[in-house]
């Protein structure tokens, strides 16, 4: 790895920038592992990105949850109060993956949650980013078909 290559990448220099704010002590041990290594770019990346998920999980479970952007997305696209840890509508939801339906609720924020950790414009959600997604357009026709069934 040529030294200069990791800051040619925007997405990877937003993704430290993230880290820093939550904890410049990880953004320099980051930065000094992927040093050490000398990994691609694409393998900094990711290891970033794991750095970065891991901080922002850790610190959302301290304070106040805030809705994640692919979730945010999900709920203005569906019309509904879309979130990770319950589905919009819970009674209507069980019963539809009771009957084989829908998959457990936990499966598909994971699924999502997944996607956009892997995303190439993760460094730079936002909420048209997220809401061009089709992870996000996923999320909302599951959570509209739990909120169409009758019951």
Known sequence: MNKDQLFISNQFVSIMHDIALICPKACDETAQRIADTQPTL??????????LNHL???RSEKGKKRKKNIFEAASSLADLDIDEDRPPSLHKWNVLQEAGQLPPWQMVTDAALNICAGCDLYGFSSHPICSACTAARM???????AE????
């Not at 694409?42 to 750095?51: E, L, M, R």
């Not at 169409?148 to 019951?151: A, L, M, R, S, T």
């Open 56 to 58: 922002t999980t850790v």
């Open 139 to 145: 999320l909302a026709q599951l959570a509209k078909k």
């Open 148 to 151: 169409e069934q009758k019951g």
């Open 42 to 51: 694409k393998v900094a990346k990711k290891t970033a990105t794991v750095v």
